[in-house]
């Protein structure tokens, strides 16, 4: 098995012009990425310099000959994390996990559907409420002809809201913005979703509104209590036929989910800042939630990232890998995706989100017959 020869941490700018870590493994990297509408039980990060800095200075001197075993280096992170947090955590992880992608010989040939964030708001920047108006091209045969379908319902939105003489943005993670009501915009999607074989998704991010126990709306300048929360949630499932709900109540409340959950067997109720890729929350979710956001960054390693994946397809979760709104054009979670077959992977259509679902045409073009996983 290979050894640790050299290890060096670097800072380098996300997405958001923020300084994010950087860490090269034997030459090949990883890096972090960062969120902001961050949930309260995911692991801290630390600066990226504080991050930097222990990792070279004294981390580095007791990885450097270790065997390149992903399991037993994620063992070892955990541990330090206080020190170097998830984000120093994560961008080594990723680099070890990128280093042995190099070296073995890759078979895996089912591809996740892409999960992208047409229309966005809230923490990620727009007038809207609404987090992610996210579409799925669940018709598609093949993964370019899903990123095709994806793609054109992008063009479509954004050609029609163009025509109504609405100027038009583009927020943190590349999803279009504009000065329009969350209802109308989606009785404008609605039809063009459909003729273009995608289903429509929402990331409510419902944490990011709740405040004094109450869901503030803040286009419509209007406070829902929790029972008026699920119900709105109920109505938009019933009126967009919605396949996906993420985060739909604050990140505590497991029996709101639950709720929604019961009522709508065939809609996606997932958890993001709910489970924060922690496997003691999923267990907390289990019967709650029928899919989960996995993002490695909210726990720390490649290794705690596939535990929790192991549990949800062992309890009938779907696992969603998911980016974060700060960006790199690191594609390691493009790769683990295929790797652990994720069904689905929420990483965004437009801007620097492309790097990976560039990666994922790469590998489909690469892979001796490969297809989609049922969803
Ligand atoms: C999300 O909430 O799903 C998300 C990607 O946002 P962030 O990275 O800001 O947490
Ligand atoms: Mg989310």
Not at 30 to 55: L, M, Q, R, W, Y
Request: one cysteine or more; charged letters at 25%.
């Amino acid at each position: 098995m290979a050894k640790i020869k050299s290890i060096h941490a670097r800072k380098i700018l996300d997405s958001r012009a923020n300084w994010t870590v950087e860490v090269e493994v034997n030459g090949v990297s990883g890096a972090s990425p960062a969120g902001a509408s961050t949930g309260t039980h995911e692991v801290p990060t630390v600066p990226a310099d504080i991050a930097c800095d222990f990792i070279n200075n004294k981390m580095k001197k007791a990885f450097l000959n270790h065997e390149m075993n992903q399991k037993e280096i994620d063992r070892k992170l955990k541990f330090l994390t206080g020190k170097i947090g998830s984000n120093g955590a994560i961008a080594t992880s990723f680099a070890v996990y990128n280093f042995l992608w190099d070296e073995r010989q890759f078979n895996r040939s089912v591809f996740p559907y892409p999960l992208g964030n047409v229309f966005g708001g809230g923490a990620h920047g727009g007038s809207c409420y609404m987090q992610e108006v996210l579409l799925c091209p669940k018709k598609a045969k093949t993964f370019p002809d899903a990123v095709q379908k994806m793609t054109d319902a992008y063009h479509e939105l954004k050609k029609e809201l163009k025509d109504m003489g609405l100027s038009l943005g583009m927020n943190d993670e590349g999803a279009l913005t504009a000065n329009i009501g969350f209802m109308e915009l989606m009785d404008i999607l609605k039809p063009i979703a459909d003729h273009n074989g995608c289903a429509i998704g929402l990331d409510i991010a419902a944490s990011e509104m709740y405040r004094h126990n109450k869901y503030y709306y803040r286009q419509k300048e209007q406070f829902l209590n929790r029972d008026e929360q699920i119900d709105f949630v109920d109505h938009l499932i019933k009126k967009y036929n919605l396949f996906y709900v993420e985060d739909p109540m604050n990140e505590d409340d497991f029996d709101g989910f639950s709720k929604i959950h019961s009522k709508n067997k065939k809609t996606l109720v997932t958890g993001d800042d709910l489970t924060t890729t922690n496997t003691q929350r999923i267990q907390r979710a289990l019967g709650k939630i029928n899919a989960m956001i996995v993002k490695p960054n909210q726990i720390g390693t490649v290794t705690q990232a596939f535990d929790a994946i192991s549990l949800c397809k062992k309890s009938h979760i779907i696992p969603v890998m998911s980016h974060r709104s700060g960006e790199t054009t690191d594609a390691t979670i493009a790769r683990m995706a295929l790797d652990f077959e994720c069904p689905i992977i929420k990483c965004g259509i437009a801007d620097m989100r492309t790097a990976k679902i560039n990666e994922l045409l790469r590998l489909w073009d690469k892979t001796d017959k490969p297809k989609m996983k049922k969803i």
